[in-house]
């Protein structure tokens, strides 16, 4: 009788241990709202120009720093993408300023999308009034705390051609960024210029510069389906370094070429705020 009181105690320990484990259930996403004005940062992903970008070209950009509500949720990830439409494009000649026809480069904010899909609207200001962002010489600067160490790095012609190629990436172009040498000279430029993102994604081994440069011209061409899932999160941080880069290496290698018309450079920081006051479902 012993034996088989131990047998049958030993049976229900094995079934035991082979039973699944219960599933903790998934946390239920909560309903916040983001506020009516509340400021985003968003960053250019493509370089546009006065004249020589069409009307009517998608413009992609990036928010380059988490939304969150007064309780720290964050509502908007860094790496969301924004779009916008160019709606004035004009460069300024030589009798440009006779003739009172200045340079002009303007895009109309269409907005983007929470990561629950709600659609959100931003305006310019807070008073919900202008959707149309005006870049202008003074707005589209680039001044960079690296410009010193970037001139050095440049004055390898490997690396020039290397930033020409990176550069030419986010005007909607296609350079093979995949090759030995453009991932040596990216890697100089990432160590080099605290390119920490970067840096971090390349030595996990999760994705290189070829599929880095697939992501830009994938934002170009406003295909966007997949590039905030995942590890693609950090794919877009990433991206976000790189433009900031390609923004410093093109007004370093371009100074030539800037003469009056309008240079809005990958990387160009711009401000906008919510239109209206939306819920959003969060999920923590």
Same mark, same amino acid.
């Given at each position: 009788?012993?034996?088989?009181?131990?047998?049958?105690?030993?049976?229900?320990?094995?079934?035991?241990?082979?039973?699944?484990?219960?599933?903790?259930?998934?946390?239920?996403?909560?309903?916040?709202?983001?506020? *009516?004005?509340?400021?985003?940062?968003? %960053?250019?992903?493509? *370089?546009?120009?006065? @004249?020589?970008? &069409?009307?009517?070209?998608?413009?992609?950009?990036?928010?380059? +720093?988490?939304?969150?509500?007064?309780?720290? &949720?964050?509502?908007?990830?860094?790496?969301?993408?924004?779009?916008?439409?160019?709606?004035?494009?004009?460069?300024?000649?030589?009798?440009?300023?006779?003739?009172?026809?200045?340079?002009?480069?303007?895009?109309?904010?269409? @907005? /983007?999308?929470?990561?629950?899909?709600?659609?959100?609207?931003?305006?310019?200001?807070?008073?919900?009034?202008?959707? %149309?962002?005006?870049?202008?010489?003074?707005?589209?600067?680039?001044?960079?705390?690296?410009?010193?160490?970037?001139?050095? =790095?440049?004055? $390898?012609?490997? &690396?020039?051609?290397?930033? !020409?190629?990176?550069?030419?990436?986010?005007?909607?172009?296609?350079?093979?960024?995949?090759?030995? +040498?453009?991932?040596?000279?990216?890697?100089? /430029?990432?160590?080099?210029?605290?390119?920490?993102?970067?840096?971090? =994604?390349?030595?996990? @081994?999760?994705?290189?510069?070829?599929?880095?440069?697939?992501?830009?011209?994938? =934002?170009?061409?406003?295909?966007? #389906?997949?590039?905030?899932? @995942? $590890?693609?999160?950090?794919?877009?941080?990433?991206?976000? !370094?790189?433009?900031? =880069?390609?923004?410093?290496?093109? #007004?370093?290698?371009?100074?030539?070429?800037?003469?009056?018309?309008?240079?809005?450079?990958?990387?160009?920081?711009?401000?906008?705020?919510?239109? &209206?006051?939306?819920?959003?479902?969060?999920?923590?």
């Amino acid at each position: 009788m012993r034996s088989l009181l131990a047998a049958l105690v030993l049976i229900g320990a094995v079934v035991g241990c082979n039973s699944p484990a219960p599933e903790i259930p998934a946390a239920e996403p909560k309903v916040l709202m983001l506020e *009516q004005g509340t400021p985003v940062d968003l %960053i250019l992903a493509k *370089q546009i120009n006065a @004249g020589s970008t &069409n009307e009517g070209e998608s413009v992609p950009m990036l928010v380059s +720093e988490d939304v969150k509500d007064a309780q720290g &949720n964050t509502l908007i990830p860094k790496g969301a993408i924004a779009t916008g439409v160019v709606t004035n494009s004009r460069s300024e000649g030589t009798l440009s300023g006779l003739m009172n026809r200045p340079a002009r480069l303007e895009v109309e904010l269409t @907005g /983007f999308d929470a990561p629950d899909g709600t659609h959100i609207d931003v305006n310019t200001d807070e008073e919900r009034k202008e959707t %149309i962002y005006k870049f202008t010489r003074e707005n589209t600067g680039k001044p960079s705390a690296d410009e010193n160490k970037i001139d050095d =790095l440049l004055k $390898d012609e490997m &690396n020039r051609q290397v930033a !020409e190629k990176l550069s030419a990436a986010f005007e909607g172009q296609s350079p093979d960024l995949s090759t030995p +040498e453009a991932k040596e000279a990216l890697n100089k /430029f990432a160590n080099e210029l605290g390119l920490n993102d970067t840096k971090k =994604l390349i030595d996990s @081994g999760k994705a290189d510069y070829g599929q880095l440069a697939n992501t830009i011209q994938r =934002l170009q061409k406003g295909d966007y #389906s997949g590039l905030t899932k @995942g $590890d693609l999160s950090l794919n877009l941080n990433s991206v976000m !370094e790189l433009a900031n =880069l390609a923004g410093g290496l093109g #007004s370093r290698l371009s100074r030539s070429l800037k003469g009056r018309t309008i240079h809005a450079y990958p990387g160009t920081p711009l401000r906008v705020y919510v239109r &209206n006051r939306v819920s959003i479902r969060y999920t923590p």
